[in-house]
């Protein structure tokens, strides 16, 4: 079985450029997630997808971050402008719906510098 | 021995010993707690699971111990190996909800 695909892996940026990150979760998976990973921290959970809809977007600053998965399956993160705190490792998730923790997936992230 | 370093609290350990990784959990009416392992440049991992049901749970060369009076997590490793050498979080769930809130981390060394 295939993971969670995620690209770019590494990205750096200047403070208030735009950056965009992509997911590909694992087949079959409905749900999808966005983490945010600050250096020495547990991931912080951004955004979570049911199919193409949004289930919780309670933590996700809307005034400079967005995401969407328009047909259920791949998903795009993007920052605009970014800023300095941003720089993280973004970590894509994706599950089965309602599944334990053993059936939630981590893709290998992409790690964000800004500069 | 157990430090807390710069970022993360840190455990040396030799090959072979046994590990213990501690971990305070924060919300009372969480139910359900996992452990992941984070190697470098790779995502979490799911290691072991436990309700709130249960007080110990093993699975191959690990154990997790689950004291809810004190709120208080634990996973042993049994025979630490140095592919043991990660990040280790734990997370907990509350009633309902199948996302974890992430610890802060303990990070693993394992001396050959």
């Known amino acids: 079985e295939a993971g969670v695909a995620q690209s770019p892996r590494y990205k750096i940026i200047e403070k208030r450029q735009s950056v965009a990150f992509w997911c590909n979760p694992i087949?079959?998976?409905?749900?999808l997630y966005w983490y945010q990973q600050i250096l020495g921290q547990g991931p912080k959970l951004l955004i979570q997808?049911?199919?193409?809809?949004?289930?919780?977007d309670s933590q996700l600053p809307k005034d400079r971050f967005s995401a969407e998965r328009l047909k259920g399956v791949d998903s795009t993160l993007k920052i605009q402008p970014a800023k300095l705190e941003d720089s993280a490792v973004y970590l894509c998730a994706s599950s089965q719906m309602g599944p334990p923790a053993s059936g939630y997936t981590f893709g290998s992230g992409t790690r964000l510098t800004v500069v | 021995g157990e430090s807390v370093g710069l970022h993360l609290p840190t455990l040396s350990v030799q090959e072979g010993d046994n590990s213990i990784i501690n971990c305070a959990y924060s919300n009372s009416a969480s139910d359900y707690f996992i452990w992941y392992k984070q190697e470098s440049g790779k995502g979490p991992q799911f290691i072991i699971d436990?309700?709130?049901?249960?007080d110990k749970r093993q699975g191959q060369r690990v154990t997790v111990l689950l004291n809810k009076t004190v709120k208080h997590l634990s996973l042993q490793i049994a025979a630490t190996q140095p592919g043991d050498s990660a990040v280790y979080f734990c997370?907990?769930?509350?009633?309902?909800?199948?996302?974890?809130?992430f610890g802060r981390g303990t990070s693993l060394i394992v001396h050959p």
């Open positions: 436990i309700r709130s049901n249960m």
């Open positions: 087949s079959g998976h409905a749900t």
């Open positions: 997808f049911q199919n193409n809809g949004v289930v919780d």
């Open positions: 997370a907990e769930n509350m009633s309902g909800s199948y996302i974890p809130t």
